[in-house]
T-cell receptor
């Protein structure tokens, strides 16, 4: 992707609730991957979920799922049953040479 | 996934000096990258480390400032040269696995005084 936009600098969710993080992108590539990464205070970049652009089916990994709308160039992340350990910075990224969004800080309230 | 290690994990350096960061992967990979994450910012790609040839740098990054070596398919180094406080960042290496997923090392936290 040439540009990746995360319009939510910060989000909060109550423990056990569901939250959706937004991401839009722009690319001229015909085949590409999209990712969500989590960065806790340790600064380690942890892969949360990935989506191949040629697949219409939305990716799911346990409590994490995406809503991939290729025509709208939208790639949102839904976290279900939020846990305290989900609190972190979340980055959306895409393209064959990864371009990152600005990130969304997720806070989880107990 | 991939097991990626970086050395050093953190360092404090004086301005004008240089620091070389090492990245080691547990198996051979074709694509290896170096990123910078400035304080409070997102990740920015510095360069693609090419095995057997010169690294490919992104706009705004030059070889004289960030020389990169890639002697084999499991190892790469990034040098931050003639450092200034503006170079204080986290530097991360990453690799791409065959399925197209990019995995990151733990990062090197650099503080330049």
């Amino acid at each position: 992707a040439q540009t990746v936009t995360q319009s939510q600098p910060e989000m909060s969710v109550q423990e056990a609730e569901t939250v959706t993080l937004s991401c839009t992108y722009d690319t001229s590539e015909s085949d590409y991957y999209l990712f969500w990464y989590k960065q806790p205070p340790s600064r380690q970049m942890i892969l949360v979920i990935r989506q191949e652009a040629y697949k219409q089916q939305n990716a799911t990994e346990n409590r994490f799922s995406v809503n991939f709308q290729k025509a709208a160039k939208s790639f949102s992340l839904k976290i279900s049953d939020s846990q305290l350990g989900d609190a972190a910075m979340y980055f959306c990224a895409g393209g064959n040479k990864l371009v990152f969004g600005a990130g969304t800080i997720l806070r989880v309230k107990s | 996934s991939a097991v990626i290690s970086q050395k050093p994990s953190r360092d404090i350096c004086q301005r004008g000096t240089s620091l070389t960061i090492q990245c080691q992967v547990d198996s051979q990979v074709t694509m290896m990258f170096w990123y910078r994450q400035q304080p409070g910012q997102s990740l920015t790609l510095i360069a693609t480390a090419n095995q057997g040839s010169e690294a490919t740098y992104e706009s705004g990054f030059v070889i004289d400032k960030f020389p990169i070596s890639r002697p084999n398919l499991t190892f790469s180094t990034l040098t931050v040269s003639n450092m200034s406080p503006e170079d204080s960042s986290i530097y991360l290496c990453s690799v791409v696995r065959q399925e197209g997923t990019q995995y990151f090392g733990p990062g090197t936290r650099l503080l330049v005084l």
